[in-house]
Nanobody, 120 residues
Framework: QVQLVESGGGLVQAGGSLRLSCAAS????????MGWFRQAPGKEREFVVAVSGSGTVIVYTDSVKGRFTISRDNAKNTVYLQMNSLKPEDTAVYYC?????????????WGQGTQVTVSS
């Protein structure tokens, strides 16, 4: 069982930056691939980025490439999402996700979500 707690969301103007954090419980954090998904109002939840357990393999959705950066600190059981050059279309609830398989499909564990609002 893995419990995930996100933090760092908020309101920012277009062009600004935010850093999301996701703290995980458990002693096997490095064995889990981690990812971020987001859900905008009236839309389905969508994949944003994933990182392998070792942190060496990363995949981004095209719309955030060059603007968002995922990283993980396995010693702290934490994954981060640095979001730069934010756009109004990035507005969504962002969810941290953990699973045994790396890729664009979500794993079994979700955080509660954190709201990111980008004003124009």
């Amino acid at each position: 069982q893995v419990q995930l707690v996100e933090s760092g969301g908020g309101l920012v103007q277009a062009g600004g930056s935010l850093r999301l954090s996701c703290a995980a419980s458990g002693r096997t954090f490095s064995s889990y691939a981690m990812g971020w998904f987001r859900q905008a109002p009236g839309k389905e939840r969508e994949f944003v980025v994933a990182v392998s357990g070792s942190g060496t393999v990363i995949v981004y959705t095209d719309s955030v490439k060059g603007r968002f950066t995922i990283s993980r600190d396995n010693a702290k059981n934490t994954v981060y999402l640095q979001m730069n050059s934010l756009k109004p279309e990035d507005t969504a609830v962002y969810y941290c996700n953990a699973g045994r398989r790396f890729g664009r499909e979500p794993g079994d564990y979700w955080g509660q979500g954190t709201q990111v609002t980008v004003s124009s």
